[in-house]
Nanobody, 127 residues
């Protein structure tokens, strides 16, 4: 079993920055795929950024150039650094993980292939 805990959310003004963390505990894997998703009120959940242990990173068009996904192996933590935040970035942000990274090569945000999910952290951006 894998447990994911997100943190780092908060309220910021447009143009500000936040860095989200997703701490992983439980079973460990040498090869895996992780992704950040977000869900705004009344909208479907959408993939934001993805990362796998082959070094592949993927970003949604809406966040390219503003968001950066990275990991710290020593801390078993995935990060999402968010800069130049916009009001439309307001959402609950979730991290997710799959140990079967090859299933997510074609679609890094395929939700039914991600086995483990965190509870989310709220990001609110005011104009």
């Amino acid at each position: 079993q894998v447990h994911l805990v997100e943190s780092g959310g908060g309220s910021v003004q447009a143009g500000g920055s936040l860095k989200l963390s997703c701490e992983v505990s439980g079973n460990t894997y040498n090869n895996y795929h992780m992704a950040w998703f977000r869900q705004a009120p009344g909208k479907e959940r959408e993939g934001v950024a993805a990362f796998d242990t082959d070094g592949r990173t993927t970003y949604a068009d809406s966040v390219k150039g503003r968001f950066t996904v990275s990991e710290d192996n020593a801390k078993n933590t995935l990060y999402l650094e968010m800069n130049s935040l916009k009001p439309e970035d307001t959402a609950m942000y979730y991290c997710a993980m799959s140990p079967t990274k090859w299933l997510l090569v074609l679609n890094p945000f395929q939700e039914d292939m991600l086995d483990y999910w965190g509870q989310g952290t709220q990001v609110t951006v005011s104009s």
